[in-house]
């Protein structure tokens, strides 16, 4: 009856400390007894079943057909960027226990993570926002042209600009000028190439010009985004790490400056992480996205061409320098220079 009681004890406080730990010190904790390893292997199996942990409106799992042991990747999941704090942010997150009180965990865990980045302004008072139209100038003042009226350009190549409500509107996060605020609405899934690693790929059909998701991770200065690009680029040439640092330069109206965003999702970030280059710009657009009364813009991708189920969802990283030494690319498209884009961050 003791040993009973005992080992329903150990699995209970299993399941509630297991879904903490990384990789490594799950696995330890698993290799330490069968009843922790029951627990360890649930704990990996629904790791891979979402790796959204829950927070986004459909589950979004990794899928394997390599067999190579990684059934997933693991990340701290933020739904919005967030802002790189002189102290760190946290450490764990709970992914991987019981789905509903997970979901709820989850949740509280990453209140400091979704904290509004906004600066000073006022937002908009309209009872019922709604989009312009081209060439419509009656409507919410916090709203740009509607996202037909988008080019397909993508990062690398000049990103397309929008606005949205923000904090400081009158209307809810279900106002039509919130697009991009409702987190991924469309279904994805992570599938591993033996060459690329991990990317992302449609579960649906996904209309052109609808949105996708936005590159979510943590906005970073200039001087912070350098120091860890010198410390990814020696992991990332042993094979290491699979960095995800962007650096975007978003061009003031006078041609002279640039507002520079650096947003690193290698460590805390969304799905938007596994998105891989295309040397022939992918089929998703970049749009630089600003919220009324927020400091600064987020990135957002918008599918440039209608995608079938089962497609890899790619965009241009920029334009690669074959003067120089780079990452190889396997993107397979007809113009691939068979380097990665890269840039003195």
Known sequence: MRRTRGGA??????????????????????????????????????RASDATRGLERHSIPFLDPTGDGQPYSYFLYTRFPVL???????SAQPWGGDPDKNRILDASSLAVFESPI??????????VCAPLAVGDYGRCPCSSPKMGSFSSSNAGNGTDLMT???????????????????GVSVKLRII???????GLHAAQFIHRGQFVCEYAGEFLTTEEARRRQRTYDELACGGRLHPALLVVREHLPSGKACLRVNIDATKVGNIARFVNHSCDGGNLSTVLVRNSGSLLPRLCFFAAKDVVDGEELTFSYGVADLTKQGLPCFCGSSCCVGRLPSEET
């Open 9 to 46: 004890d150990l699995r209970q406080w299993a399941e509630l400390v297991l879904p903490w730990l990384p990789p490594p010190d799950l696995a330890a904790a698993a290799s330490t007894c069968k009843a922790l390893s029951r627990v360890g292997k649930s704990v990996s199996s629904r």
């Open 84 to 90: 790189a704090l002189s102290s760190p942010a946290p």
């Open 118 to 127: 906004t600066g000073s302004g006022a937002g908009c008072g309209c009872n």
């Open 164 to 182: 949205e409500c923000g904090t400081n509107c009158s209307c809810g996060v279900e106002c039509v000028n919130r697009l991009t605020q409702r």
């Open 192 to 198: 591993k190439d033996r060459n690329k690693g991990w």
